[in-house]
């Protein structure tokens, strides 16, 4: 502290850090003609910290923007190089998110996104958006959603949040290298590449097990089932890349896409289109990559926490499955739905800090 003269330092202020190391600062302060100095260092660490698992959370830059790594999560190896690419986390389970960057609120909104007839309508009342999709009787019903405070509060802070890079899948099936085939919700909830998808669940089932994995994981950040905020403003994030991929999400397992895959036992197979049952249901991330997140459209159809002003069926499923065609069903398609546990219906996860 200098009273009643000049303070200057040796580097340019702000400094900009670019990797890791200690930073030597030379502070000179004059006063009465007397010079006095202080050197005051600075280690820096984020960017080692980054690739192992944090002890806090912490913020990255990369070349196109910023991403917040979670406490108990690092980057996985296979990360793209820059945000768009998709940054992709992963925990000590090896569980993996990609981050969607949200640059203002504004941005993190619900979208009318389908190759069918979509609108939009305000509701005055409640100042929500109502959400009408497809033709004839299917204008007489809507979606809505009013916008979790804690998603909220989240995406101001970090400016985006963390969506699984997968659908969400079976351990203990995938193990014994068998597809689901009951509405059992005991089994062990995973993230990963090549597992089955956790289909036969409810959607109330779906948030019980979203909600309650970052417990079993133990992790201070929160999971929730997919809200219709975090499935839009993701499908906005990738269709920088593709710009279709809302309504044409021909990446996906379709019952009319052709693409080599893995099955559950290990064998290599090549799924082809077909317009007649059976339709195929291939394990988690076979199919093609959007900025590094896979099967948001096809495979398993997924519950999110949106919902329908349809009483018998008053809940929403996304992204179609392998039973549909990707022009009817893309990644955007909404469609109503019963508490049910069916085969080509699953769920994914969203993570916030």
Known sequence: SITGGTTVVDKTIPYAVTKNGTYTFTVTGTVNGKSYTKNVSVTVNQFKTAKDYVAANVEVTYPDGKVWIP????????????????????????????????ATLSDYKRTAYSSQVATEETDTETNSTKIYQGSGSNTQYY??????????????????????????????????????????????????????????????????????????????????????????????????????????????????????????????????????????????????????IYDMGGNVCEWTTESCSLTSVPYARRGGSCNDNFARNPAGYRSPDADDASADTGFRLTLFM
């Open 71 to 102: 406490e108990g999560f690092k980057v996985a190896d296979d990360s793209a190089s820059t945000v768009q690419g998709g940054v992709v986390i992963e925990d000590k389970d090896l569980n993996q998110f990609v981050w969607v960057p949200v």
């Open 143 to 292: 979606y809505t959603e009013a916008l979790p405070e804690d998603e909220k509060t989240s995406v101001e802070r970090y400016k985006g949040f963390y969506i699984g890079r997968y659908e969400a899948g079976d351990k203990e099936n995938t193990e014994a290298k068998t597809l689901r085939s009951s509405n059992d919700v005991t089994k062990t909830v995973t993230i990963k590449a090549n597992q089955a998808p956790y289909n036969y669940v409810t959607r109330t089932q779906a948030v019980s097990l979203a909600e309650g994995f970052a417990t079993k994981q133990g992790y201070k950040a929160k999971t929730k089932l997919v809200s219709s905020y975090a499935w839009d403003t993701t499908i906005a994030f990738l269709q920088k890349v593709n710009s279709d991929y809302g309504s044409s999400s021909e990446e996906g397992n379709y019952g009319n896409t052709t693409f080599p895959y893995t099955d559950i036992t290990g064998a290599t197979k090549t799924k082809k289109a077909s317009g007649v049952l059976p339709y195929v249901l291939v394990p988690t991330g076979q199919t093609t990559p959007v900025c590094n």
